[in-house]
Each structure stands twice: as C-alpha cells, then as structure tokens.
Nanobody
Framework: QVQLVESGGGLVQPGGSLRLSCAASGFTLGYYAAGWFRQAPGKEREGVSFSNTDGSTYYADSVKGRFTISRDNAKNTVYLQMNSLEPEDTAVYYC????????????????WGQGTQVTVSS
C-alpha cells in the first residue's frame, strides 16, 4: 500500500524550530521527487520546498534561508527543517511525491500525505 505519513508538527513560539518528517511506504522515495506544500486557513495552497532525485532543490521565497529540505533514502523519508519560524508559517503542511519534479512542484503529485499542523504563536 502506497502511503506518505507526515509527523513533527506542533505549536512553537516565533523564532523557534520544528522538523517535519514524511515517511514513504509502498514505493522507493529515492526514485521520486518529493516536497512540501502548506495551506493556511482562508488561503490557497502554497508550494514550500521540493527535492529532486538529482539533489536539486527549490524553496519558496518566503522560506529561503530558514527552511531546509533533505532526504534519508535508507529510511525512505524526506524532512523539512524549519528554523526562525514566524506566525505567517502557521498552516497545515502536506508532503507530496511524484516521478516528475515539475509535476510535484505544480501540485500534481501522485501521492499525498494527510497533513500535519504547524502553529507558530506566542
């Protein structure tokens, strides 16, 4: 059964850090592009960061310098390290994956996780 399961969300104060994990099962993540979207209440879904199989990455301007995407192919998992968190980062974060990097970035991934809530508040 193909599945993506996110974890690591929670409540954090502004300036704090969280690391999101996305564990894949049923397929080999190392052969797939993967990344993260987020959606805040009342806002459109936003692409946050993506990782291709060749090591290339993409970051939205709003998170550059603060977020880092990485993979552990042995664990079939992709991570999103989020530092210097701001209230504007509050959203449900979704992991997605596809054979195509472009499709993944455009939100047309084959696989999606259930989402994990990140709340940045004092």
């Amino acid at each position: 059964q193909v599945q993506l399961v996110e974890s690591g969300g929670g409540l954090v104060q502004p300036g704090g850090s969280l690391r999101l994990s996305c564990a894949a099962s049923g397929f080999t993540l190392g052969y797939y592009a993967a990344g993260w979207f987020r959606q805040a209440p009342g806002k459109e879904r936003e692409g946050v960061s993506f990782s291709n199989t060749d090591g290339s990455t993409y970051y939205a301007d709003s998170v550059k310098g603060r977020f880092t995407i990485s993979r552990d192919n042995a664990k079939n998992t992709v991570y999103l390290q989020m530092n210097s968190l701001e209230p504007e980062d509050t959203a449900v974060y979704y992991c997605t994956s596809s054979r195509s990097f472009i499709a993944t970035m455009k939100g047309h991934g084959d696989y999606w996780g259930q989402g994990t809530q990140v709340t940045v508040s004092s």
